[in-house]
């Protein structure tokens, strides 16, 4: 199965630091008419269940919009109380929602010389529970384990951390051989899968091990956000911006060629599949000028449904599905 990537010219544009920002907007490509609504998004009794959750790192907010609806949503409510450019985010079997915050100054919230925290927001909330900061530094994504545990990439250090289930303070702090840890996923064996930059790489870490094993992914750019399908199969978007050649990669298990591209998208951060895994959403930052969008695409034939554009979703980094795709023998609360 292969999915034709974007051919359009692209615009140049400066390359990727932590989030990227470039004066100039790519090409976008030709998508079918969606119908659009004016509704004001609110921060009072938030939606939790059959959600998207997307994050705007540039205004700092996260925009929730109906799920699996096609077209062109508008969002239904938003969160913006502790948060600090926010990035990537997971939900946890409560529904839980964790959002990294890749903020290099000190929020005034917290503590002085805390610039760099992970904020938790019960389901249906729009303030923060706890706060996740030790051993943090720039941090891009986090994923919760099937047993609780926390995992935190620092694209700052390229460190991963990691916190044992319902503590704030962190277990072990380790990195990748080589590059610097961006985003981070999970298998249904509790491997953890990490993206790193500069080395353009994916590492395994099997459970309980800090030393990782360079999958040889054949990248066409630098890999970003993952997800795993409950057949094995990495879903890594690939970011070539400035250039053409983005797209949502798909491997299947044990290979290091692409079985299938979802192309369209120019900078691709981090994806998510809801719990069907009929849908695939992947956030697409644009060139950092609030020119970007989520890409909805029918899993696994990779067909563009709908593309969010309003709110949160013309900067989108971090996405998170509720009720999210679950390994095999969790249970959802």
Partial sequence: MTVDRCAATLTCCA?????????????????????????????????YRHVLYVSDPIDSHVDIYPLNAGGDPAPIGQIRSGLQTPTGMALDFSHKLYVANNTDNAYAGYAKGVPEFVTVFARGG??????????LRNPTDVVIGSDGTVYVAGVGDGYITEYPAGSILPSQHFRPPSGNAIAVALDAQNNLYVACTTAN?????????????????????EPHGMAI?????????V???????????????????????????????????????????????????????VFEYAYPSGKLVGKYTQ????????IAVNP??????????
């Fill in 239 to 293: 970011s070539a911006a400035p250039n053409s050649g983005s797209a949502v990669d798909i491997f299947a298990p044990g290979t290091t060629e692409p079985a299938a591209q979802f192309g369209g998208v120019f900078q691709p951060f981090m994806i998510d599949l809801d719990k069907t895994e009929q849908h695939l959403y992947v956030a697409d930052i644009g060139s950092g000028n609030h020119d970007g969008a």
């Fill in 15 to 47: 390359a990727l630091a932590s989030i990227a920002a470039c004066s100039q907007s790519p090409a976008q490509p030709m998508t079918a008419h969606v119908a659009t609504s004016n509704a004001s998004p609110t921060s009072h009794a938030l939606p």
């Fill in 201 to 221: 790489a994916v590492f395994e870490f099997q459970p309980g091990s800090t030393h990782g094993t360079n999958l040889g992914l054949v990248l066409g750019g």
């Fill in 311 to 318: 709110g949160a979703a013309s900067a989108a980094y971090g």
């Fill in 229 to 237: 399908d409950r057949h094995g199969n990495l879903l890594v978007a």
């Fill in 126 to 135: 729009d303030s923060p529970e706890s706060t996740y900061w030790q051993d």
């Fill in 324 to 333: 999210a795709a679950k390994p095999a023998g969790a249970h959802e609360q």
